[in-house]
């Protein structure tokens, strides 16, 4: 399962590791530098708390079927996996921007999203976190990164 949601964070506060790396990739692929936060931030800290806390109950409930929990980050999703920048950037205003985004995802074969997912950024977000969980669960199987 993905998580848009940082599920760690630096002790002792600022960028993990994995955040400055991404971030730098980011930025080569024309995304803005505050596209990638520190979990500890103040406009983060409550996200990082609410996804560690998923996370562990998710992991808790596992039973007899297991699961597994990677952090997404969906923009990067689409950017690193060679949809435009600029439809990132815009996919929260702009409703064709989101409905092209949604035709990548079915390129990437993401078949079976409702043609209303691209009303929403949401549902967008969350098929683009589904979809790298997917690829980082059978990275051979399925082209993951």
Known sequence: MGLDAPLSYE??????????????????????????????????????????TVARMLTALEGQHPVSVVEVHPGAVFVLGG????????????????????????????????????????LLAAAACALAAWRWKAPVEHGGQ
């Open 11 to 52: 002790p002792g506060g600022g960028m993990r590791d994995g955040d400055s790396e991404l971030q730098k990739k980011l930025i080569a692929k024309g995304m803005a530098p505050g596209s990638v936060m520190a979990p500890t931030m103040t406009r983060m800290c409550y996200l990082t708390l609410r996804g560690m």
């Open 83 to 122: 949809a435009p920048a600029h439809l990132v950037k815009q996919m929260k205003g702009d409703p064709h921007a989101r409905y092209t985004l949604h035709q990548w995802l079915q390129d990437q074969k993401v078949h079976s999203l409702s043609s209303e997912t691209y009303l929403n950024e949401h």
